[in-house]
């Protein structure tokens, strides 16, 4: 009875997975790699692998990153810092999504400078995300409610945008570029990594 697996059974696909990532790690190219499947074997640009091929290639993140995560699960400071980090790319690879999610966990927790990032971003939108000025209007309450003056004359524009769409459009088109200067170089981070170890005051 012949043993070689059929193209479309568990073994062949482990076996064919295996392959890719051999000649991936073997390849030399930083653009392209040789993929094989059960159509065959060709060169491909790394940008258009599936996503089950990527998913084999081993990731890793620096010790700092990984303590900042840790943090950051519980101290507001250190999701905002996370969040700012996913949004830049800086440490970490890009990514919009976690870095909205780790800044609402900041705001939750009642960082005032989250709720203020999270205020702005929803407010004008940020690349593809569309405005959505109620969610800018929550956001910019709560850090007003802290004191904060210029959430309190950004609520009043949330408040108004939210009236007509075109005046969310105007709104939006005015302050797109000051609310992405902010997130890429105008909010600071607010802790810093020595010893081995992240501090926050």
Avoid at 3 to 23: D, F, R, W
Avoid at 81 to 99: E, T
Wanted: aromatic fraction near 12%; hydrophobic fraction near 30%; charge should be neutral.
């Amino acid at each position: 009875m012949d043993s070689t697996p059929s193209p479309s059974s568990p073994k062949s696909s482990i076996l064919l997975t295996g392959l890719c990532v051999l000649l991936i790690g073997c390849s030399g190219s930083k653009q392209t790699a040789r993929f094989c499947d059960t159509s065959g074997c060709s060169e491909r640009p790394l940008t258009t692998a599936s996503a089950d091929y990527l998913r084999q290639l081993p990731t890793s993140k620096s010790e700092q990153i990984l303590q900042l995560e840790q943090a950051a699960a519980s101290n507001p400071k250190a999701a905002y810092d996370l969040g700012l980090r996913y949004y830049r790319g800086d440490g970490v690879a890009r990514n919009g999504y976690q870095a909205l999610q780790w800044m609402r966990k900041a705001g939750d927790g009642g960082l005032l400078e989250a709720q203020k990032a999270l205020g702005g971003f929803y407010l004008s939108g940020l690349e593809e995300t569309g405005s959505d000025p109620q969610e800018a209007e929550k956001w910019l309450s709560l850090a007003a409610a802290q004191g904060d003056r210029e959430s309190a004359e950004l609520l009043e524009q949330a408040t108004e945008a939210k009236r007509t769409e075109v005046e969310d459009y105007r709104w939006r088109q005015h302050w797109r570029q000051y609310f992405r200067g902010y997130w890429y170089r105008g909010y600071p981070y607010l802790g810093h990594w020595a010893h081995g170890h992240w501090y926050y005051h």
